[in-house]
Nanobody, 115 residues
C-alpha cells in the first residue's frame, strides 16, 4: 500500500503563489505517472497536471503557463508550483500515483484563492 501525503495548501490572494508537495511512502521510481487533480465545490475532480516516469508533462489548459509540475525520484516527491493564482483555482488538490495496476490517492490539501 502506497501512502501519499500532500502539504502546502492554504489561503492566498489572487496573483499570489503556492507550492504543493506530495511525499510518497515508497519509491516513486516504479510509478508510471504522478500528478495532481483538484475538486472545487460542486464540481467533478479534474486533472491539473501530470508527469510520467519518462518526463512527459500534461497540463489542463486552464493552468498552462502558470503551474509547473516536477518530480524528484530521490526524495519520492512530486511538487506543483502554482503562480498567478486565480479565484477559480480554489479547490481541494489531490496527489495521485499511477502504478499501472492500481492508482493511489492522497487525502488532499485545500487551496483557497481570495482577497
Amino acid at each position: 500500500q502506497v501512502q501519499l501525503v500532500e502539504s502546502g495548501g492554504g489561503l492566498v490572494q489572487p496573483g499570489g503563489s503556492l507550492r504543493l508537495s506530495c511525499v510518497a511512502s515508497t519509491s516513486i521510481v516504479r510509478m508510471y505517472a504522478m500528478g495532481w487533480y483538484r475538486q472545487a465545490p460542486g464540481k467533478q475532480r479534474e486533472l491539473v497536471a501530470r508527469i510520467t516516469s519518462g518526463g512527459i508533462l500534461n497540463y489542463d489548459d486552464s493552468v498552462k503557463g502558470r503551474f509547473t509540475i516536477s518530480r524528484d525520484n530521490a526524495k519520492n516527491t512530486v511538487n506543483l508550483q502554482m503562480n498567478s493564482l486565480k479565484p477559480e483555482d480554489t479547490a481541494v488538490y489531490y496527489c495521485y500515483a499511477d502504478a499501472r495496476a492500481m492508482d493511489y490517492w492522497g487525502k488532499g490539501t485545500l487551496v483557497t484563492v481570495s482577497s
